[in-house]
């Protein structure tokens, strides 16, 4: 997610290349970004200091060494942005000896710049400390301010997770498609398209899912036939209810 959030930022005209410090003890990561441009170094150092704005994207289980290492480098004008799923503002703040500190959970989209970033940022981060957050979030996609901390937890299990509920489906869809007869790609392309149609269909058109899928469901026809299946063996459920396990697992990791 850190290379995604360097590649927009650099795609979009945010920031030059050569503005992006990032300190990573893997050489592969280090390479990758010195392709794009980006000044790299093994280890954290002083002039992580001159950062407006400082990123976290390490594993949850790596944070406590990366937020030791970091405290005490950081100036009051800094932000620090983390986008570590379940580490709470608090454990955040006393890592880092810093309290201008906002979450972030962005999703894998951010790639290509249609990502779902939704942040929250606790009243120590000054106006302009999150206009710059909402200026770097904006470069991978779209940015939603959380009115609690809570909803970053949430907005893991739904839009940070989501992307895999998303190709879980495409899985079984594409399965249905070649036993009747399509080839993997044919069955793929007809999967993309319908998702990708469907999607910009919903947005373009502001109606709710439960509409469009009216719309499209006719009285004792193919559509009707082929949810009743899907309804019979609780897959809206099933899926309602993986969003709510993720919720709780992001808490999980948040102890």
């Not at 000896?97 to 951010?110: Q, S």
């Not at 999967?191 to 919903?202: D, E, I, K």
């Not at 502001?206 to 719309?215: H, I, K, V, Y």
Request: net charge positive; charged share 20%.
């Amino acid at each position: 997610m850190g290379r995604a959030l360097a590649e927009a930022l650099i795609r979009r005209g945010v920031s030059e290349a050569k503005a992006i410090l990032v300190f990573d003890p893997a050489a592969e990561a280090r390479e990758q970004a010195q392709k794009l441009g980006c000044v790299t170094a093994g280890a954290l150092d002083a002039r992580v200091g001159q950062a407006a704005v400082v990123v976290l994207a390490v594993k949850p289980q790596q944070s406590p060494p990366v937020l030791a290492a970091l405290k005490g480098l950081l100036g009051p004008d800094q932000v620090a942005v983390s986008i570590m799923a379940g580490v709470p503002l608090q454990r955040l703040r006393e890592g880092l000896g810093h309290a201008a500190v906002v979450r972030v959970m962005p999703n894998t989209p951010a790639q290509i710049g249609l990502g779902m970033n939704v942040y929250f940022a606790p009243p120590e981060v000054s106006a302009r400390q999150r206009e710059a957050v909402e200026r770097l979030l904006a470069a991978s996609g779209e940015v939603l301010a959380a009115r609690s901390e809570d909803a970053i937890d949430a907005a893991t299990a739904v839009s940070g997770s989501g992307p895999a509920y998303v190709y879980y489906v495409a899985e079984h869809w594409m399965r249905g498609a070649v036993k009747l007869g399509f080839s993997e790609d044919e069955a793929r392309r007809l999967v993309q398209q319908t998702l990708a149609g469907a999607t910009a269909l919903w947005k373009s058109q502001g109606l709710p899912a439960a509409t469009l899928r009216e719309q499209v469901t006719s009285k004792g026809g193919t559509t009707a036939a082929a949810l009743e299946v899907v309804g019979a063996r609780g897959v809206g459920d099933a899926l309602a209810a993986g969003v709510e396990r993720a919720y709780r697992r992001a808490k999980e990791l948040g102890r």
